[in-house]
């Protein structure tokens, strides 16, 4: 292969002093006085063509991993060369862009002075090569990176900050949940909230800060998605619980992206979203309420079998209290969303990070369906955030289930869709009204503009004309928009110019269907809201 290279540049280039350099800088010092010497017209003068048999056989032998990036980073320079190599070396060698050797690390080439801007070429493609930028940060690629395109377009989308998306959507309902039913000193919002954290997180944060042994599937490279070996795209919003306990929050809501590797069908997706909530209580705070009465129908600690001391027994009633709590409140915030007839049943679990652990499921059309996981902080997290006088619990919500169940939303990568007929579904005044997913017409639109004069002084309500298609195409119209608004100077009577987006469920509208009604309404505006038609 190197001779290969060297040959290539050496016919490409007229220059020969400026080809040698170049075969230095790639090839190495050693290998030129080897094995070019001063002069070796022996490899100089062969022939055009090159013995793939010799290189494969080479490449067989003795190519290290160095040696293959060399080849690759004078290749970016040689897309010809490249493309011979690659054909030899298969697999080994894998055009992205830019061209990447895996496992390889790039090394320039030694002992030969370079220009200035070959150098910084070379540095540039080498950093690029070797690490990834997100969000402004740098991360060098190793053995554990495994994140493909698709997941890396989806980062910064950030469906539960878009204002109307059914996400945000959801979030806001909770929010609202937990601002009306906990409130602290002068009726101020108990709970924080914070949905803007970064979704790439240390493996520290993901796991060991919540105790997640070192052997614990959940690390596992294929479970998630790697940057390196040290960081990784979060697998759960829990990963920073440790962080935000340590500033000093008691009580928080933390709304964010998630990514697990997963197969994708109508309920799976790469990347999901999540609620974490996490809230701390005093001891005085937690005795000072004292009910007495454990949750319902859960024999939590099997009390009385595993107490001896008085401290023992005091900090299991803490935590029975704490659990009691936490069980009340996601009962309400499940009532709170769905109405307070859906039927919810706790099931125990376990987590490394809570004890005891339970999921939530709700009765959806007769199947019980896990929504949420939960339970009482581990006492070691806490101590380690510098809250150990403190207990508490914790919860993790996946946001798009409840959506979905919610909204009646069919398929998870809806959520994802650009589609207008989409997000215009979502966009209510009000976060509680009610939404029923209509799903999108795999059939055609067809699409008609309406346009007619306001007479001058009066008045015109876009809302009665929304009534009015609405009431002749009824659900052939899927979607009416203002597209145009303009007033004539001299007569300062007003154009108004609408889209009519006709579209059936199931099946496709034909051209005279739509013109009939398309006509009708034409009429209809002028007959019933007094102005004059442009058609
Ligand atoms: N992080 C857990 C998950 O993603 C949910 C959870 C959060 C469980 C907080 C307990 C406490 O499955």
């Known amino acids: 292969m190197r001779y290969a290279l060297w040959n290539y540049l050496h016919r490409a280039n007229s220059n020969k002093q400026q080809a040698r350099m170049m075969a230095r800088h790639w090839l190495g010092n050693a290998w030129m006085k080897r094995n070019v010497g001063i002069d070796r017209p022996d490899i100089m003068s062969s022939s055009t063509n090159i013995d793939y048999r010799e290189l494969r056989l080479r490449m067989r032998r003795g190519c290290t991993p160095t040696y293959m990036s060399r080849v690759s980073h004078c290749a970016f320079f040689l897309p010809r060369v490249f493309s011979s190599c690659r054909r030899y070396l298969g697999t080994r060698v894998e055009e ?43 991360y060098v690629r190793d053995e554990w990176t495994n994140i493909p395109t698709m997941v890396m377009d989806k980062l910064g989308r950030n469906l539960h900050n ?96 998630v990514y697990r590797r997963d197969t994708v069908d109508r309920s799976h997706f790469p990347v999901f979203h999540q609620v974490e909530g996490l809230r701390l209580f005093s001891s005085e705070q937690l005795f000072a309420s004292v009910t007495g009465s454990g949750p319902a129908g859960l024999d939590l600690f099997e009390a009385g079998t595993r107490t001896t001391s008085k401290q023992e027994s005091h900090s299991l009633e803490a935590a029975h209290l704490v659990a009691s709590n936490l069980q009340h409140t996601l009962k309400g915030l499940i009532h709170f969303l769905f109405g307070t007839s859906v039927e919810t049943r706790w099931v125990p679990c376990t987590f490394p990070f809570t004890h ?79 939404i029923c997913f209509k799903p999108l017409s795999p059939y055609p639109p067809l699409i008609n503009d309406l ?76 007959t019933q809201l007094g102005v004059k038609g442009r058609f």
């Open 162 to 257: 878009q204002k109307h998306h059914p996400l945000w959507l959801l979030k806001e309902r909770i929010k609202d949940y937990f601002y009306r039913e906990f409130t602290g000193r002068c009726h101020k919002p108990l709970f924080s909230v914070h949905d803007t954290i970064s979704p790439v997180v240390t493996t520290q944060q993901n796991f060991d800060s919540l105790l997640v042994p070192p052997d614990h599937p959940s690390r596992y490279h294929g479970e998630s998605y790697y940057l390196n070996a040290k960081h990784l795209l979060r697998a759960h919003t829990s990963a920073h619980q440790r962080e935000l306990v340590s500033t000093g929050l008691d009580a928080f809501l933390l709304v964010g992206d």
């Open 451 to 526: 346009s007619f004069w306001i007479p001058s002084g009066e008045s015109f309500d876009d809302r009665d004309f929304y009534e009015l298609v609405r009431t002749i195409a009824g659900e052939l119209v899927q979607e009416v928009k203002l597209i145009d608004k303009y007033t004539q100077p001299g007569s300062g009577r007003h154009s108004r110019c609408y889209r009519l987006v006709y579209r059936h469920a199931e099946r496709t509208l034909t051209k005279g269907e739509v013109d009939l009604v398309h006509r009708a309404i034409g009429s209809a505006v002028e």
């Open 96 to 138: 992205r862009s830019p061209l990447v050797v895996e496992g390889g690390t790039t090394s320039i080439g030694d002992g030969v002075k370079q220009t200035r801007e070959l150098k910084e070429s070379i540095e540039a493609q080498q950093k690029h090569v070797n690490t990834l930028e997100l969000f402004g940060q740098t």
């Open 356 to 434: 005891p652990s339970f999921e939530l499921e709700i009765k959806f059309n007769n199947t019980w369906l896990e929504v949420l996981g939960c339970g009482v902080t581990e006492q070691k997290i806490l101590h380690a955030a510098g809250a150990g006088d403190r207990i508490g619990w914790a919860f993790g919500l996946g946001l798009e289930r409840l959506a979905m169940v919610l909204f009646s939303i069919p398929d998870i990568r809806l959520f994802w869709s650009n589609d207008e007929c989409f997000s215009e579904q979502f966009k209510v005044d009000d976060i509680h009204q009610s």
